[in-house]
T-cell receptor
Framework: SAVISQKPSRDICQRGTSLTIQCQVDSQVTMMFWYRQQPGQSLTLIATANQGSEATYESGFVIDKFPISRPNLTFSTLTVSNMSPEDSSIYLC????????????FGPGTRLTVL | QKEVEQNSGPLSVPEGAIASLNCTYSDRGSQSFFWYRQYSGKSPELIMFIYSNGDKEDGRFTAQLNKASQYVSLLIRDSQPSDSATYLC????????????FGAGTRLAVHP
């Protein structure tokens, strides 16, 4: 499977600021996704990052709060905008190939704390 | 009703025993089913997936799917302390293509 890296691995930010998280894959992949895992919770899909077009957001997530870019088949960014303490979470990117059963593989995650 | 339900545990089993982890899902048309293992402080790691009724075996792991009853399970044979982790069940809903809906996870503790 592809090797996935994320930057930063963790950060502590002040409320009202924004943080951009990068996801880099060592090979071209068809699909990239962004998930959030709040403390003690399971994973929730934020959006599908579409190469060359706007991301597809899940219910409860909006582009103004979580702008996403995907300029090519190996890289994507997620920005968490105007942060509040409720945004403190682990943010994970995942990748999948366009196959029948679309196994998704996760990056190491970015642990974000908002003060 | 949650879309994917798991018992949060902890499920405690002795070393060498079989651990049985269960997951139910609400959408009957769900297509494929995944089991992930997540160690504390780490990201989820794919163990296996299953898409047709019956059993699928991979080493010490067996996934079982019963679409009529809308449940999927994971059996871990010869459990080891290193299997202690949270196990996440994920489901692709009808028309969901690549969207994964995760359960809350079951914490497994294997004691020597």
């Amino acid at each position: 499977s592809a090797v996935i890296s994320q930057k930063p691995s963790r950060d502590i930010c002040q409320r009202g600021t924004s943080l951009t998280i990068q996801c880099q894959v060592d090979s071209q992949v068809t699909m990239m996704f962004w998930y959030r895992q709040q403390p003690g919770q399971s994973l929730t899909l934020i959006a599908t990052a579409n190469q060359g077009s706007e991301a597809t957001y899940e219910s409860g997530f909006v582009i103004d709060k979580f702008p996403i870019s995907r300029p090519n088949l190996t890289f994507s960014t997620l920005t968490v905008s105007n942060m509040s303490p409720e945004d403190s979470s682990i943010y994970l990117c995942s990748v999948a190939e366009q196959r029948d059963y679309n196994e998704q593989f996760f990056g190491p995650g970015t642990r974000l704390t908002v003060l | 009703q949650k879309e994917v339900e798991q018992n949060s545990g902890p499920l405690s089993v002795p070393e060498g025993a079989i651990a049985s982890l269960n997951c139910t899902y609400s959408d009957r048309g769900s297509q494929s089913f995944f089991w992930y293992r997540q160690y504390s402080g780490k990201s989820p790691e794919l163990i296996m997936f299953i898409y047709s009724n019956g059993d699928k075996e991979d080493g010490r792991f067996t996934a079982q799917l019963n679409k009529a009853s809308q449940y999927v399970s994971l059996l871990i044979r010869d459990s080891q302390p290193s299997d202690s982790a949270t196990y996440l069940c994920a489901v692709v809903p009808p028309g969901g293509y690549n969207k994964l809906i995760f359960g809350a996870g079951t914490r497994l503790a294997v004691h020597p």
